[in-house]
């Protein structure tokens, strides 16, 4: 049992002490969104709407596991370049790493 726990104790310590936590871009977008209002009083109702419906969760959860670990074995964040049709041409952006 005490091996099983020091196996498990090691793995965490490893998997956490790696530093390869990601960007999160589609948190920091919600929350960019959430603030961006001129009053505080709106950036709260905004704020509270976000949580209680899980919006924050569920963007945290997708950064989390999805983007920041296609972003891990790919090495190309999915949300990294926006693209975008303008009439008869399309456009991409590429937007700056933070």
Not at 84 to 91: A, I, L, Q
Request: hydrophobic share 50%.
């Amino acid at each position: 049992m005490k091996r099983l726990l020091s196996a498990a104790l090691a793995g965490v310590v490893i998997a956490t002490a790696s530093g390869c936590t990601g960007p999160f871009k589609l948190t920091k977008k919600v929350h960019e969104f959430q603030t961006s209002f001129d009053d505080k009083w709106v950036d709260e109702v905004a704020f509270l709407g976000l949580i209680i419906f899980p919006i924050y969760e569920f963007a945290t959860f997708a950064d989390a596991i999805v983007f920041n670990s296609v972003e891990f074995w790919t090495g190309d964040n999915p949300l990294a370049s926006i693209g975008f049709d303008n009439g008869n041409e399309k456009v991409a952006m590429q937007l700056q790493p933070d």
